[in-house]
């Protein structure tokens, strides 16, 4: 039988002095490429305490889990809030933490992404790791008025369609699903195995054929002039799942965007599974990997899939699980 194991290690921010919590009511760490930063929620019972006169705002957190002295690091961040509820809470935030207290007041007549996002990050000590295909984006003029820096990132992930996530103190920029997991996590180098009869809890799956989906895909091009170009191509008519495409590259005809994007809607119109799945805390996953999703009863509906959100729990009754949420089809 395995043996659970837990590291919560507490860092002062003013004297780097460190406290070990090997105790608590409850832990929940929501981690997602749709979101900027990852959250971690702590509750504690008797420990509160001891702990509301050690800790304070800003503080540094680690949360290390596994079994049988074989851990992974599941959460890097900081102290954002403690609340003396009962159970006492302490909640948590990656280096958003960090990206949140700033303040930008600068224009540019003439900037792109890549600077934009620097100029934001800058003096904070990340590792900025651009992927290779983002949009090239001239922005004519750009200004940022008295907004922090996770203000600025959130708007240009939003209005570009990137995904911006951190990965410890490295600040990864791309688009969805683009990085490399297997290189950022050496033991993810190969799909993680989910076997609906072996190795899940509980499924929240939805089964679906491509023909019985109805999904509209916007493309959009932002051309040199910082112009967007439009199209929307896929299924007419009301009930449809809106997505949305960038080009990397701009594209400047009308007709040639639309002949892409008819041949990328079929990368959301597929036949596959939809929805999340239950599972112990092993095996260890990260969002943006990718999963395959067995199930000897139906052998044929076996598929390659990226991950688009983990959540991670710990409670008293329910011990070590993850809620994984399946995204798109890998292959």
Same mark, same amino acid.
């Given at each position: 039988?395995? %043996? ?6 507490? %860092? ?99 900037? %792109? !992404?890549?600077?934009?996002? &620097?100029?934001? %990050?800058?003096?904070?000590? !990340?590792?900025?790791?651009? /992927? ?14 008295? *907004?922090? *820096? ?12 990137? /995904? ?6 490295? !600040?990864?920029?791309? !688009? ?33 054929? /491509? ?7 916007? *493309? ?15 299924? &007419? ?51 943006? /990997? ?11 509906? &076996? ?29």
């Amino acid at each position: 039988m395995l %043996t659970f194991n837990t590291e919560v290690i507490f %860092t002062a921010a003013a004297t780097d002095k460190q406290y070990f919590l090997d105790r608590f009511t409850s832990l929940e760490i929501t981690s997602s490429w749709k979101h900027l930063g990852e959250m971690a929620t702590i509750k504690l019972g008797k420990l509160r305490g001891q702990l509301n006169k050690q800790l304070v705002e800003g503080d540094g957190v680690e949360i290390r889990l596994g079994y049988d002295g074989v851990l992974y690091t599941e959460f890097v961040g900081y102290v954002t809030r403690l609340l003396p509820n009962q159970p006492f809470e302490i909640r948590c935030l990656d280096e958003v933490y960090h990206l949140q207290r700033t303040n930008i007041n600068q224009s540019w007549k003439e900037t %792109t !992404l890549q600077e934009v996002i &620097e100029t934001a %990050t800058q003096g904070q000590g !990340l590792d900025i790791q651009f /992927a290779d295909k983002i949009p090239e984006v001239e922005l004519k003029p750009f200004r940022v008025a008295n *907004a922090s *820096a996770a203000k600025v990132l959130q708007k240009l992930k939003s209005e570009y369609g990137l /995904a911006i996530y951190f990965r410890g103190k490295s !600040l990864y920029v791309g !688009l969805p699903y683009s990085e490399d997991t297997g290189t950022t996590f050496p033991h993810l180098d190969s799909p993680i195995i989910y076997d609906l009869q072996k190795n899940v809890l509980a499924t929240e799956l939805e089964y679906r054929q /491509a023909k019985d989906i109805k999904v509209k895909l916007k *493309a959009i091009s932002i051309l040199k002039n910082n112009k967007k170009l439009e199209v929307t191509v896929g299924s &007419e008519g009301g009930g449809a799942e809106l997505r949305t495409w960038i080009s990397p590259e701009p594209i400047s005809n009308k007709a040639t965007l639309k002949k892409i994007a008819e041949e990328k809607i079929g990368l959301y119109k597929y036949s596959g599974y939809k929805g999340s799945i239950k599972t112990l805390g092993i095996p260890f996953v990260v969002h943006s /990997a990718r999963c395959k999703i067995k199930d000897a009863t139906y052998p044929e509906r &076996e598929g390659l899939y990226f991950v688009n959100e983990v959540k991670t729990s710990i409670t008293k009754s329910g011990g070590f699980k993850r809620m994984v949420k399946i995204g798109r089809k890998a292959n």
